[in-house]
């Protein structure tokens, strides 16, 4: 991250200098739409992130530029003094969630600048949360720890941005490690730092951008949830102790087949489903089995594709090439309804699966795919 660009201009804004905080977007090896149901996610943070200045001015109010956007926005700190452009709602949601924790904000300037490419499922808007949420936390000595500062952003997106995300991507951007993917149970909180060194195994990991915009805002992932909580409702009839589908045996969910709806039994079925992939998939990796990995990954795209139709023609597309290339592993990733496939590729390999699904992508949709090799990095920190 580039922050020359952003300290030239808070200082042209501003006059002054401020603190710089850093976080980072994430990828995501296996477990997806698994956080909002209780069950497990293997992120990891990634070396493009949001970088931010900021610096307290004094007054109860936030003056906040998006370099990026080339727009400003000013806003108070109260709950009726929300700003009308989207990306500020993500600074003044962070506000409000630290305030609602017994925290006291006080005005400040700011611009911030990003590298996570937007609407690629590696979520930029966690990273955006999780530089303000962790600055103000450090900045102000609220002494708020990470977890809290994740649900923070989390908050954030369900109050202000109107996305019921689970925990996932708000937790990866906040406690990213150099080198490691983080499994974490998303029912208990507990985590583990599992190392992560494909290339000692002879593997790349790298996505493979659609380009096709991912815009959770809007986007039928709400309903997704939906669906989800409403076969737990059912299941719970006979099995109370279900609090998420995570809890589920396969077989709970066959009882409640003509109880719910057949769209939300296929939903619930991905979702329990993709809770045992995970755990499969994390049992190979301790082993260095890369190829069980990776076809639990194919599994995984399927089921996204298949029952939870959270992929598209595009996605399909590149999962596809992948497999005619002999990529270990492949799928769509995150969210969905559009973004990066993520791709473990044997090193030998490398090069002909990207010039081939370059080529393919193109001459098929017309559009340049992009292509980030993947580097697992460092979560939120100060960083001048
Ligand atoms: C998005 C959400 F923000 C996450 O909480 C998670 O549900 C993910 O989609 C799917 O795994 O990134």
């Known amino acids: ?168 991507d708000q937790f990866a951007s906040i406690h990213g490690k150099a080198g490691h993917l983080m499994r974490l149970d998303c029912k208990t909180g507990e985590f583990q730092y599992v190392p992560f060194d494909p290339e000692a195994h002879g593997y790349k990991v790298v996505l493979i951008d659609s380009c096709v915009k991912h815009e959770l805002v809007g986007s039928p992932y709400n309903k997704r949830r939906e669906s989800c909580e409403r076969a737990v409702k059912a299941i719970q009839r006979k099995h109370p102790e279900v609090e998420f589908l995570r809890d589920a045996q396969p077989e709970w969910l066959e009882e409640v087949i003509g109880v719910i709806s057949q769209e939300d039994y296929i939903r619930a079925k991905y979702a329990i489903d993709e809770v045992h992939r995970l755990l499969d998939a994390c049992a190979a990796l301790a082993a260095g089995d890369y190829e069980t990995v990776g076809r639990k990954m194919y599994g995984t795209h399927i089921g996204m594709s298949v029952l939870y139709e959270v992929s598209c023609e595009e996605l399909d597309f590149l999962n596809e090439v992948a497999k005619e290339c002999g990529v270990t592993g492949s799928r769509v990733m995150g969210g969905g309804f559009g973004g990066c496939t993520i791709n473990v590729v044997p090193a030998p390999k490398y090069d002909e699966f990207i010039n081939t699904a370059k080529a393919k992508y193109k001459e098929r949709f017309g559009i340049d795919c992009k292509v980030y090799p993947v580097v697992i990095s460092d979560g939120a920190r100060r960083i001048a």
């Open 1 to 168: 991250m580039d922050i020359t660009n952003v300290r030239n201009k808070f200082k042209e804004l501003y006059g002054t200098e401020g603190a710089v905080y850093a976080s980072p977007g994430r990828v995501n090896l296996i477990g997806e739409h698994t956080d909002y149901n209780g069950g497990f996610v293997l992120p990891g943070a990634v070396d493009k992130g949001m970088v931010a200045e900021i610096v307290f001015n004094g007054t109860d109010k936030v003056r906040a530029y998006a370099l990026d956007l080339g727009e400003k926005s000013e806003f108070g700190l109260s709950e009726d003094d929300a700003p009308k452009e989207h990306w500020a709602k993500y600074i003044f949601g962070v506000c409000r969630e630290l305030t609602k924790r017994g925290a006291t904000i006080k005005g400040f300037d700011t611009v911030f600048s990003g590298d996570v490419p937007l609407g690629a499922g590696m979520s930029s808007s966690a990273a955006l949360e999780s530089t303000y949420a962790f600055a103000l936390n450090d900045l102000l000595n609220l002494g708020f720890d990470k977890m809290t500062l994740a649900k923070v952003g989390q908050s954030t997106e369900h109050n202000y941005v109107g996305v019921k995300c689970g925990i996932m």
